[in-house]
């Protein structure tokens, strides 16, 4: 028997991840299983894109606490707020290993690559050899991140961002579709880089990177 997930989220990329959990299980013979979403926005009633709303996104946990086969994913982020919305997590107090690490079936993970709880690797994309993420990381379709690459958590990247090779990234950093970081380069913190974006040198953190070559435009908070 597979899996059973729930979404705590429920609007653009957690509905992608609900829907490409079902083309894997309609056209993979893929064996977890989409449950629901965890949700707070009542105007959105008992559904969102033909799947059930199946929790208050901070009661969802006491809900399926005791069904061992039960796992979560946090989608809740925003790119202007990934640092904010990535410190709700703890409120939700689910325990570390019972976030889901979703692979597409169509995606490439190399053997030698290593996760830890709670990362989304959507169609397409590729995890190079050797690499290292932390938890929480999100990669949408035809990403590439790349050979000896080490990350932390609470990333998110647009599709078709491409993360070069024996990177040091650390946390809350946001790539933009179609945006690209040089190798053997250093990305801090709490970073945004535009659309397009290609980063040829290291960044420090709370930075917005915008341009070709990219360019520090002004500093987070």
């Not at 946990?61 to 989608?75: A, G, I, P």
């Not at 709670?118 to 932390?134: D, K, Y």
């Not at 290291?202 to 360019?215: D, Y």
């Amino acid at each position: 028997m597979g899996k059973k997930v729930v979404i705590i989220g429920g609007i653009g990329t957690a509905v992608n991840i609900a829907e490409q959990i079902q083309e894997a299980s309609d056209n993979y013979n893929f064996k977890d299983e989409f449950l629901g979403f965890a949700f707070d926005d009542e105007s959105y009633g008992n559904e969102i894109n033909g799947f059930p709303i199946v929790s208050k996104s901070r009661e969802v946990f006491e809900k399926y606490q005791k069904y061992n086969d039960v796992m979560f994913l946090y989608q809740l982020y925003r790119p202007d707020k990934l640092k904010e919305r990535s410190s709700w997590i703890p409120e939700f107090n689910i325990p570390l290993e019972r976030y889901y690490n979703f692979v597409h079936p169509t995606a490439t993970v190399c053997r030698s690559a290593k996760m830890g709880f709670g990362n989304v690797i959507q169609a397409g994309t590729v995890l190079g050899s050797n690499v290292t993420m932390g938890n929480h990381n999100t990669f949408n379709s035809m990403c590439l991140f790349g050979h000896d690459t080490i990350m932390g958590d609470n990333n998110f990247f647009a599709a078709h961002s491409l993360i070069g090779s024996n990177i040091k990234m650390g946390n809350y950093v946001f790539m933009g579709l179609n945006s690209a970081l040089n190798n053997q380069i250093e990305v801090g913190d709490n970073i945004m880089v535009g659309m397009g974006t290609n980063v040829v040198k290291s960044i420090e953190s709370n930075t917005l990177i915008l341009g070709n070559p990219g360019r520090v435009i002004r500093k987070l908070e």
